[in-house]
C-alpha cells in the first residue's frame, strides 16, 4: 500500500458487553462522518452474544431459540454484512472506525488488510492461516478461525473483525456460523495445542494493523466512555 500519515488511537477496552461498544461505534462513527474525530481501533472480548448480519434478521440455529436463551445468550441484531457470528470471552473482536477515502482504500481492500493482520497474528503462534473461497475472514484448512463483518456509510468504517483465541466452542454448536451449516470452527488454543494469553494476542493483532496498514499505533481511551474496562 502507499505510504500515508496514518495514525490510529488504539483502545482496550476489556471485557464488554456488545450493546455498549455499538453504541459507542455508532458514535465514532458519526464524528468521523461529520469531520471530527479520529481513525480508532476499538479492542475488546465480550460477553457471549449472537449477533445478526443485517441481510439476516431470521437467526440461523441449530436449536430451538429457547436452548439458547437457557444458555443466557442474547440475539442482537447488526447492520454489518455477513450471517449469524457468536461473540464470547475469550475471543479478541477487532472494531475499525476508519476513514477509507482518506487512506485512499477501496472496502476491499480494508476486508483483505484485515485478513492479512490476522494471518500475521496466527504465523506468530506458528499457525498458517489463509483465505478460503467459501467465505471471508481466516481458515486454518478447512476450518474457520476468523470473521470479518463491515458497516461502511459516507467511507467511515465501523464493525472488523473476531478471532477466536480460546472461547467456549461449545457455543458455535447452537448455531449455522455465518450461515454455513458444514462449517468447523477453531481457536488458537485448539490449534497449538496449549493455552494461549489473551493479552499477547491483541498486542500482536494492534502490531499486524500497523504492519498491514502501515499507520502508527496509538495507545489512548475514550473521553467519556461507559464501557467496563475489566477483562475476567
Not at 36 to 54: A, I, K, S, W
Not at 79 to 92: C, S
Not at 192 to 215: N, P, W
Request: hydrophobic share 35%; with cysteine; proline share 4%.
Amino acid at each position: 500500500m502507499e505510504g500515508h500519515s496514518r495514525a490510529v488511537g488504539v483502545y482496550d477496552l476489556g471485557t464488554t458487553s456488545y450493546g455498549e461498544v455499538h453504541k459507542l461505534q455508532q458514535r465514532l462513527q458519526g464524528q468521523r462522518r461529520e469531520g471530527g474525530g479520529v481513525d480508532t481501533l476499538l479492542l475488546t472480548e465480550h460477553r457471549p452474544v449472537f449477533t445478526l448480519g443485517r441481510s439476516h434478521p431470521t437467526p440461523d440455529l441449530r436449536v430451538e431459540p429457547e436452548a439458547v436463551r437457557q444458555w443466557g445468550i442474547e440475539i442482537v441484531q447488526a447492520e454489518r454484512g455477513g450471517d449469524i457470528t457468536y461473540h464470547g470471552p475469550g475471543q479478541l473482536v477487532a472494531y475499525g472506525i476508519i476513514d477509507l477515502r482518506s487512506w485512499g482504500l477501496g472496502v476491499l481492500d480494508y476486508v483483505r488488510g484485515l485478513e492479512e493482520t490476522v494471518i500475521g497474528v496466527l504465523a506468530d503462534w506458528g499457525v498458517r492461516g489463509e483465505r478460503n473461497e467459501a467465505g471471508r475472514g481466516v481458515w486454518v484448512g478447512e476450518r474457520k478461525i476468523a470473521s470479518v463483518g463491515l458497516n461502511v456509510r459516507r467511507w467511515i468504517t465501523m464493525h472488523g473483525a473476531a478471532l477466536n483465541i480460546d472461547p467456549d466452542m461449545s457455543h458455535w454448536e447452537l448455531i449455522n456460523p455465518c450461515g454455513m451449516r458444514d462449517i468447523e470452527m477453531t481457536s488458537m488454543a485448539t490449534e497449538v495445542g496449549k493455552q494461549v494469553a489473551f493479552q499477547e494476542v491483541l498486542e500482536a493483532f494492534t502490531f499486524h494493523f500497523g504492519r498491514v496498514f502501515e499507520c502508527t499505533m496509538e495507545p489512548a481511551s475514550v473521553p467519556g466512555h461507559d464501557v467496563s474496562s475489566s477483562r475476567g
